[in-house]
């Protein structure tokens, strides 16, 4: 967390979860901005758990840039290596132009390239984190992330 009074920087929670019979998924981004801890979710009819996973960063990235302009620095926590590998597999799905080799789009890349795009805004930091892991006593706010996102999942799919 970065506690200075220019709020430059942030670090950025997420997780995603969906319910595999009903298909409603949920998202949940933790923020911290000048010690303020900010969570954001939200539920999505007809998804995926990558599509969740994904949700969350555009979600998260989307309130940075509407309501902290002067944020330039992000530091994202996630337990998806499908999220933490975009900036890896960037040019060849440019190159590709989010196609498959038979001409089909790549799953997701309608949030691939929204994530790709909110990018140019940031530096960001990319840190996997082990999913699930069990509370052992320090902050570790994926963990928050994850029972958030489905426990809305839950919910929604009552």
């Known amino acids: ?16 979860s969906c319910h595999t019979l009903s298909r409603v998924g949920g998202w949940a981004a933790i923020l911290w901005i000048n010690s303020e801890k900010i969570i954001l979710k939200g539920t999505v009819p007809e998804s995926t758990n990558n599509r969740m996973e994904l949700t969350a960063v555009i ?10 302009s002067t944020i330039k620095t992000v530091r994202i926590y996630s337990d998806s290596q499908y999220v933490i590998g975009i900036p890896r597999r960037k040019e060849k799905l440019i190159a590709s132009g989010f196609s498959t080799k038979r001409g089909k789009p790549i799953p997701n890349s309608d949030l691939v390239l929204r994530i790709l795009e909110q990018l140019t805004f940031f530096t960001v930091e990319w840190i996997k984190v082990q999913a699930h892991q069990k509370n052992n006593g320090l902050d570790n706010y994926n963990i928050e992330a994850d029972k958030l996102s489905r426990r809305i999942v839950r919910e929604a799919a009552r």
């Open 59 to 68: 979600e998260a990235l989307g309130y940075l840039m509407a309501n902290h």
């Open 1 to 16: 967390m970065v506690s200075n009074g220019n709020f430059t920087e942030t670090d950025l929670y997420t997780d995603g």
